[in-house]
C-alpha cells in the first residue's frame, strides 16, 4: 500500500505503516511510482490529474469530489464514496487523541468567524494541510 502526502508529512505517515510513502507535491516521487490499481482522492486539486496516469486499465479512482476532468477519455472506473456518520467510532478516536494514540498534524489554526476564509483556503490547497478552527 502507497501513502500519499506532502513531502514535509512523510516521516509522520511513514509511522502509520504503509508499504511506501510518496510525496505528492514532489513530480519525481509521483513519475516514480509502479502502475497503480486503485487511488482514494480525498483532495482533488491538480495532484490527481498528475496520478490518474499511473492506474492502470480498469484501475479504480474513488473520489469524495466527483470524475475529475483528468478522467475524462481513461479506461478507468471513478467511483463516488463519502463516510457516515459513527458516534462510537468518533468517540474511540477522540479517546485515541486524548491519550496520545492518535494525532493529527495542525498546519493552521483560525478563529471559528473565520471559518468561510478556511474554507475556501482548504478548497484550493493552500492550507498546506489541516486546518482547525477555535473559538
Known amino acids: ?8 508529512q512523510k516521516g509522520k505517515a511513514s509511522e502509520l505503516g504503509a508499504d511506501q510513502v510518496v510525496g505528492i507535491d514532489d513530480a519525481g516521487e509521483i513519475a516514480g511510482l509502479p502502475e497503480l490499481d486503485a487511488i482514494a482522492d480525498t483532495v482533488g486539486h491538480e495532484v490527481i490529474g498528475q496520478l ?5 486499465p ?4 474513488g473520489s469524495v469530489l ?3 476532468k483528468e478522467a475524462e477519455g ?4 471513478v467511483e463516488a464514496f463519502m463516510a457516515s456518520p ?3 467510532l468518533l468517540r474511540e478516536m477522540a479517546d485515541a487523541v ?6 493529527i498534524p495542525i498546519a493552521r489554526r483560525m478563529k471559528l468567524s473565520q471559518a468561510g476564509e478556511a474554507q475556501q483556503l482548504a478548497e484550493s490547497g493552500g492550507a498546506g494541510g489541516k486546518i482547525l478552527l477555535i473559538p
Open 1 to 8: 500500500m502507497f501513502a500519499g502526502v506532502r513531502k514535509d
Open 52 to 56: 490518474i496516469p499511473k492506474l492502470k
Open 58 to 61: 480498469n484501475g479504480v479512482l
Open 66 to 68: 466527483g470524475r475529475p
Open 74 to 77: 481513461k479506461n478507468i472506473r
Open 86 to 88: 459513527n458516534a462510537a
Open 98 to 103: 486524548r491519550d496520545g494514540k492518535l494525532t
